[in-house]
T-cell receptor, first 114, second 114 residues
Framework: QQQVKQSPQSLIVQKGGISIINCAYE??????FPWYQQFPGKGPALLIA?????SEKKEGRFTISFNKSAKQFSLHIMDSQPGDSATYFC?????????????FGSGTQLTVLP | DAGVIQSPRHEVTEMGQEVTLRCKPI?????LFWYRQTMMRGLELLIY????????DSGMPEDRFSAKMPNASFSTLKIQPSEPRDSAVYFC????????????FGDGTRLSIL
């Protein structure tokens, strides 16, 4: 099963708060887990990514936590800002054919209130 | 640096008409991907190319859909004949060799079939 399940569908957070988005997968062949950020009218843009050999990766205010045994990973946005308001997609990737193919979650619409 | 360029940004046409979407990948990128984004199904991979050669078209929904990449700087996605259920945002993405480089997305074409 190639599915990646993402929750919540929408999230409202106050400025300065922590935003948490969760994803779960089934296929143990997935070996690369990126998060994409999408603003209205724009394409998804890579935000941060992690490989399953580490449990956490941090870049600025964005942190991925990864639990290989539970097959779950999450995005934490610290000190959330109104400019972070966007749709966030988790993805899981494995090689298929000659390319790394992405399977996307359904997306989380984040709104950060000023 | 110019990113992935897609045209047109918006397309409205009547059912039964032929639709052609265009994509210019980032110069030097060896892989090109076409995705479709809908509320119901999220982001789905339709087809991808490596060095202008179609590698996996298993995501193409029907024979009405076709894609070509005549050279390294241009690709088209064609729908003929179009149907209202084809209405979606279509994204093109490209990535560098090796194939585990992140995919860079264009801003998409919003297609509406009346």
């Amino acid at each position: 099963q190639q599915q990646v399940k993402q929750s919540p569908q929408s999230l409202i957070v106050q400025k300065g708060g922590i935003s948490i988005i969760n994803c779960a997968y089934e296929n143990t062949a997935f070996d690369y887990f990126p998060w994409y950020q999408q603003f209205p009218g724009k394409g998804p843009a890579l935000l941060i990514a992690i490989r399953p050999d580490v449990s956490e990766k941090k870049e600025g205010r964005f942190t991925i936590s990864f639990n290989k045994s539970a097959k779950q990973f999450s995005l934490h946005i610290m000190d959330s800002q109104p400019g972070d308001s966007a749709t966030y997609f988790c993805a899981a990737s494995t090689f298929s054919g000659s390319a790394r193919q992405l399977t996307f979650g359904s997306g989380t619409q984040l709104t950060v209130l000023p | 640096d110019a990113g992935v360029i897609q045209s047109p940004r918006h397309e409205v046409t009547e059912m039964g008409q032929e639709v052609t979407l265009r994509c210019k990948p980032i110069s030097g990128h060896d892989y090109l991907f076409w995705y479709r984004q809908t509320m119901m199904r999220g982001l789905e991979l339709l087809i991808y190319f490596n060095n202008n050669v179609p590698i996996d078209d298993s995501g193409m929904p029907e024979d009405r859909f076709s894609a070509k990449m005549p050279n390294a700087s241009f690709s088209t996605l064609k729908i003929q004949p179009s149907e209202p259920r084809d209405s979606a945002v279509y994204f093109c993405a490209s990535s560098l060799r090796p194939s585990n480089q992140p995919q860079h997305f264009g801003d998409g074409t919003r297609l509406s079939i009346l």
